[in-house]
């Protein structure tokens, strides 16, 4: 999915990578002394656990392209991931 969640020891997500995140740090950093948590996305699309997500919002995260998205419980636990291209297949018709 060329993305990468990033928890902390409590499962507790807080961050992604993406292959475009670390193509950026390539060009901005000195790879050997950077760490995860410098590069990675603060603000990342996620959802929770008790609201699934509908038809639009796969849509608007495709377009925004955003291919994985961590689905969390109240306390910001991971407990599941979106493969949005997998879920947007159920919505095309062929």
């Not at 807080?14 to 590069?39: A, F, K, M, Y």
């Not at 699309?45 to 849509?59: A, M, V």
């Amino acid at each position: 999915m060329r993305t990468l969640i990033i928890v902390n020891d409590n499962y507790k997500v807080i961050g992604v990578v993406s292959e475009g995140d670390l193509l950026q740090s390539l060009i901005n950093h000195d790879v050997p002394t950077i760490s995860v948590t410098d590069i990675m996305n603060r603000a990342f699309q996620s959802c929770l656990k008790s609201s699934y997500p509908e038809k639009t919002q796969i849509k608007n995260w495709l377009r925004k392209g955003v291919l994985l998205v961590p689905v969390c419980d109240s306390s910001g636990i991971i407990v599941d991931v979106i493969d949005v291209l997998s879920e947007i297949e159920q919505y095309l018709e062929i």
